[in-house]
Structure formats: structure tokens, C-alpha cells
Nanobody
Framework: QVQLVESGGGLVQAGGSLRVSCAASGGTFSSYVMGWFRQAPGKEREFVAS????????YYGDSVKGRFTISRDNAKNTVYLQMHSLKPEDTAVYYC?????????????????WGQGTQVTVSS
């Protein structure tokens, strides 16, 4: 059983930066594709980014491309989401997820394990 725990969320002003982290335990972290999703109040969960097991390939949602960077440290069993140029519309609960599927994917159904989420609030 894989457990994922997000951290690093908080309140930041528009235009600012924030990094959220997700620590994994209970499995072979380096064999998973990892992803970040987010869900704003009253909206469906949205794909943010994913990263291959090696970290060599990444994939971003259109709304964050060029502003967010996903990375991972397999030695620390941790995946990161560095967020720059934050906007009020980035306000959401951010979730990390692990996939055994093998390929980068934006589809929620491809992810097998989910964290509990961390709140990111961007003030205008």
C-alpha cells in the first residue's frame, strides 16, 4: 500500500511563488509515474502535471504550462511542484497521485494512489 502525504501549501500573493511537496512511502517510488492534480471549490478536479519514473519526461496542463515545474527526488521518495507567477485562479486543493500505468497521463483513472491534499490560496 502506497501512502502519499502532501505538504507546503499556504497563502501567497498573486505573482508569488510556492513549492508543494509529496512524500511517498510503502512502495517502490522510483517505479511510479507521479502526478499533481488540483480541485477548486465547486469545480472538477483538474490535471496539473506528471513526471516519469526517471524524471526525464514531464507533461503539463495548459493552464500551468510555463509557470509550474514538476520534479522528483527518488532518493528522498518525494515529488515537488514548484509554482511561479501564481494567480488567484490557481487557488485549490493540490493532490499528488501515483500511477503504475507506466506512461505520462492526465487521466485521473490512471492513478492508483492519492494523497489527502494541501490547500494553496492565492490572494489578489
Amino acid at each position: 500500500q502506497v501512502q502519499l502525504v502532501e505538504s507546503g501549501g499556504g497563502l501567497v500573493q498573486a505573482g508569488g511563488s510556492l513549492r508543494v511537496s509529496c512524500a511517498a512511502s510503502g512502495g517502490t517510488f522510483s517505479s511510479y509515474v507521479m502526478g499533481w492534480f488540483r480541485q477548486a471549490p465547486g469545480k472538477e478536479r483538474e490535471f496539473v502535471a506528471s513526471i516519469s519514473w526517471s524524471g526525464g519526461n514531464t507533461y503539463y496542463g495548459d493552464s500551468v504550462k510555463g509557470r509550474f515545474t514538476i520534479s522528483r527526488d527518488n532518493a528522498k521518495n518525494t515529488v515537488y511542484l514548484q509554482m511561479h507567477s501564481l494567480k488567484p485562479e490557481d487557488t485549490a486543493v493540490y493532490y499528488c497521485a501515483a500511477s503504475f500505468a507506466g506512461g505520462l497521463t492526465h487521466q485521473e483513472r490512471s492513478y492508483d494512489y492519492w494523497g489527502q491534499g494541501t490547500q494553496v490560496t492565492v490572494s489578489s
